[in-house]
């Protein structure tokens, strides 16, 4: 099936450490992208990449960061400097002008 | 002023009658409109799209987008349960295709 495959579904992290979300996609989509998602709240953009090993920061980047080393996928760190990092993570493709989203991953704070 | 402004409802109307869902946007240079459903806890789905100025119709959706007031509106007829959800407008930017900018969100709530 083509589409957009996020891991894990639910990540939690310790303070002090870094976690890295997963991003993988089949679409042969040149670009990619990281939302946070705050609850009550719309989508804003971390990261986005056009093509491989580039990327572009979003509006809300500090305290996390990107590599795009393949096509098929764009993991996200989320840093020791990022520090209200509790939020559910959307990864997202672009093909034909519109944007897909993967299924999301909940990250909490222990 | 917020780039991309909706009413955070919720909007509550009865099963069969018409939801009707609105967004503004802030610049007159944006190109492309989305809505897109979101259940609760659930990634969002894209359920329409409109680039020119009218309506567009796919099934009991109609986009409507006026560029000259600035405004994208989404219609739901014959309302269903199922159709309770956040349903995010998202413009794209003006200057950068590859982005989107989305608004918060208008809760849905139909009920039976």
């Known amino acids: 099936d083509g589409g957009i495959t996020q891991s894990p579904k639910y990540l939690f992290r310790k303070e002090g450490q870094n976690v890295t979300l997963s991003c993988e996609q089949n679409?042969?989509?040149?670009?990619m992208y990281w939302y946070r998602q705050d609850p009550g709240q719309g989508l804003r953009l971390i990261y986005y990449s056009q093509i491989v090993n580039d990327f572009q920061k979003g509006d809300i980047a500090e305290g996390y960061s990107v590599s795009r080393e393949k096509k098929e996928s764009f993991p996200l760190t989320v840093t020791s400097a990022q520090k209200n990092p509790t939020a559910f993570y959307l990864c997202?493709?672009?093909?034909?002008?519109?944007?897909?989203f993967g299924s999301g991953t909940q990250l909490s704070v222990l | 002023q917020k780039e991309v402004e909706q009413n955070s409802g919720p909007l509550s109307v009865p099963e069969g009658a018409i939801a009707s869902l609105n967004c503004t946007y802030s610049d007159r240079g944006s190109q492309s409109f989305f809505w897109y459903r979101q259940y609760s806890g659930k990634s969002p789905e894209l359920i329409m799209f409109i680039y020119s100025n009218g309506d567009k119709e796919d099934g009991r959706f109609t986009a409507q987008l006026n560029k000259a007031s600035q405004y994208v509106s989404l219609l739901i007829r014959d309302s269903q349960p199922s159709d309770s959800a956040t349903y995010l407008c998202?413009?794209?930017?003006?200057?950068?295709?590859?982005?989107?900018?989305f608004g918060t969100g208008t809760r849905l709530q139909v009920f039976p």
């Open positions: 679409l042969n989509h040149d670009a």
């Open positions: 998202a413009v794209g930017a003006p200057y950068n295709t590859d982005k989107l900018i």
């Open positions: 997202a493709s672009r093909g034909n002008e519109k944007l897909f």
